[in-house]
């Protein structure tokens, strides 16, 4: 569905559900993670980009203290008093959203209570981000229903720790950024340390394809945790042998590495590598975009797919597949895993004129390999969260 059927759906399912329109209504795009992987929590740099499909958070306040909350895509509601807004074990869906107002209570007292309807059109659980989505276009909704005056990375901060301590995911703050800083044919630039948050444009002729394998490895949680931990090691040999302060692999350059890694535990040495690596690719990936060379650009994602294939061993035989399939198919400037790994989706970014083709052939060249064809999606770099009713004057 699109974003505007899904706007007019939104309201519709609204009005059904409370008998009159909202008062407020936000949307909040998913994101796509282009270069830069896991470096957010090593204090590093990502590029990042809000996508053209996101979820719509209708609202209206009530005169009682009681909220109603209803997913509209599951016709699922919840009913909480608007002064404790605890986490839930069933409809974990809504902890997002009581995860914000829980957020949002610490900033400004909320009395009344509202009634709320969300619906969106970015798949769940495959990579995308409907979960910062969902925070973010709830977190907008509420901050302009109650008049709350919050700046965006406050905002960024609430979503963040609503998926911490209500939905038990530690997550960066990648998600909730990109959503909420995102630009309409621009990659969101942001420098993890100092949470300075840039857009560099890519270009309206540029498209990424999302090709999701669907395949997502068990265990994930404790790899992921042990790359974390692999980091940490390193970051703290470096800072025990390098001259200058180290307090995260972000101030460790390749040259560095190379001359400096005696001692370091050999797989933490490796993780440490593409961490390096993928910061020094972000930088040099924002100066291919000022020059204009998206060759230079795809280039950089292949390196940097290599780099978790080989160092960081976070790809799966499924996105290695992809990525080698993409370096053949006319059109297309570059691929790599996005996200987390062990699973999921790679992205390929291709000429608009080439898109539709280039998909084709990466969902057939799928299914020569494991059987069925994976599933692909053409998204452009698009605007972030926004207010959209009351529209703006
Ligand atoms: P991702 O963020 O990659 O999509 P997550 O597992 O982090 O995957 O978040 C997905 C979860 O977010 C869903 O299982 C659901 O609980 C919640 N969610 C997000 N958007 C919606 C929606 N439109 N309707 C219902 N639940 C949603
Ligand atoms: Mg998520």
Redo the contacts with the bound molecule.
Sequence with gaps: MHNHDTYDATLAAFRRCYGRAPEVVAYAP?RVEVLGNHTDYNEGYVLSAAIDSG?FFAVARTDAPDCRLT????M?EVRFPVDRPEPRRDD?????CLGVLAGLRRHDAVRSGFDAL?????????????????EVSTGLALARLYEIEIDALSLARIGQRA?HLY?G?K?GLL?QISVLFGRQDMLVHTDFRTLDVRTVPLGREIALLICNTHVKHALVDGEYNRRRADCELAAAHFSRVLPHPVTALRDVTWTEWEQQRQGLDERAARRAAHIIGENERVLEGVHCLAARDLAGFGQLMFASHDSSRNYFENSTPELDHLVDAARGIPGVLGARLT?GGFGGSVAALTRLDAAAAAGQALAAAYAARFGDPCEVRTICPSDGARIVMPARQ
């Design positions: 998913g979820t997913a509209g895509d599951l699922r974990g869906w809504a902890n997002y969300f619906l969106g059109n970015i798949p769940l659980g495959s990579g995308l981000s409907s979960s910062a989505a969902l998926e939905a995911v997550c998600d996200g």
